[in-house]
């Protein structure tokens, strides 16, 4: 029976192995660094292509319990003025919605649906991938380091295929390209939480503005469901800074007041959604550079590879990293499926995928979508009455729809249904 080791229980890794068992593998194990998986994080907004996969898994109605549909996105100008308004999900004609949800609420259906469907044995926390060393037959001897009391220590294993997902810094990808270095960085700062909010005031629209040098993404991520009507909002903030300190850079986690960056943002008033407002009601802020990954020209190497932001990590633009991720998973599954020998299988999955990740790579740096803010800004630095005048609808369009078909993720090619459908054979 294949043996397939996957490095990294994230969304990429998690969804991977769903894939694999769907495509009829049995014998999967994911090692995942951090001991136990819990709901920690901010939100992620999940694009309808995606959705489209989490649906052919069987598991859109458990992620739908933990999300919001995504209706609308609205870009402003820092002054307040709209810039354009576009629906989104089954409003913009897709067969399948998009979903605003907490990371961790998604991170977790999918481990437990990990766990009941290959079993428990096969998600194993506490174990970090070390590095590896090739062998003449094309796989891959993994060099493991158990981090948890009782077991503590070193172990190798030789499984029949690697696939690495344990994202942007990942292990498996430094040793397939020794010398790569640290994922470069673009002089932005992000930071990022969670709010607590009174439905009433913060609305049900996904909100993306600024201009030039600062922006704020905001959106609601679940129902009203507390103290009587608050729901969880999402907020993300972007600024240039001059350095980043070491610290920053090498956690993407790392706390910091608000009290930091509130007053960059004073005064910041979108339709009646208050960005200091948000902000204030927030617990803890996060703080990391704003980093990316250079396109690889191989993601596989006999029989390993990569899958999600270890493959072809993106700036957080135009809600791709974790759709991607999800998409990269299936079209793996299905590679697996139609190829008995995994070194093909991996260079097919990578034909299909890596042409389009580097594009989406690429296009995230040229800001994707979000570049509409800037061009407002650009032509109307004070601000407009009348759209039209600044950026003409036809624009607007060409903008949306260009990026859209970068990555396949228009409603005409995403509705054609899932091309990674139940392919499963004999259990393998
Ligand atoms: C501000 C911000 C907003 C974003 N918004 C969106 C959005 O709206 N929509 C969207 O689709 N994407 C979004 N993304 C991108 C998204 O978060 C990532 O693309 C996605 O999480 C990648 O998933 P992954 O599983 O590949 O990597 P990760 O989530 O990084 O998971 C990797 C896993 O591997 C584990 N690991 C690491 N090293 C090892 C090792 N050596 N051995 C074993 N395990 C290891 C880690 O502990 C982790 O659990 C956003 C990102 C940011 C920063």
Redesign the pocket.
Known sequence: MTHIMI???????LTTALSLHAAGFERITV????QDIRPVG?????MPNAVRELDALGLLDQVEEHSVRTRELRYYHRSGALISCEPRGLGAGYHWPQLSVP?GGLQLVLADAVRTRLGRAALVGG????GLDPLPDGRARVQLEHRDGARRGKASLEPDALIG???????VRAALNPGEGEPPWNGML?W?GVSWMPAQQIGTFMFIAGDDRRKAVVYPMTMPTRNGGEVLVNW?LAMPADSVDDATRGDWNRPVPVTKFLHHYEGWDFDGVSVPEVLKAADTAYEYPMVDREPLERWSHGRTTL????AH?MY?IG?????Q?IVDARALGHAMALHPDPAEAFAAYEAERRPAMTELQRANRQLGPEVVINLAHERAPRGFTDIDQVIPRSELDEIASRYAATGAFDPQSVNQGSPYGPAVRSRR
């Open positions: 490095a990294g229980g994230g969304i990429a890794g090692v995942e660094t951090v901010a939100g992620l907004n999940i990371r174990v970090k991938v070390t997902a344990d994202g942007i810094r990942s292990t992000v990022r993300a899958v999600g932001d270890a990590a957080p809600s791709n990293g974790a759709t991720s």
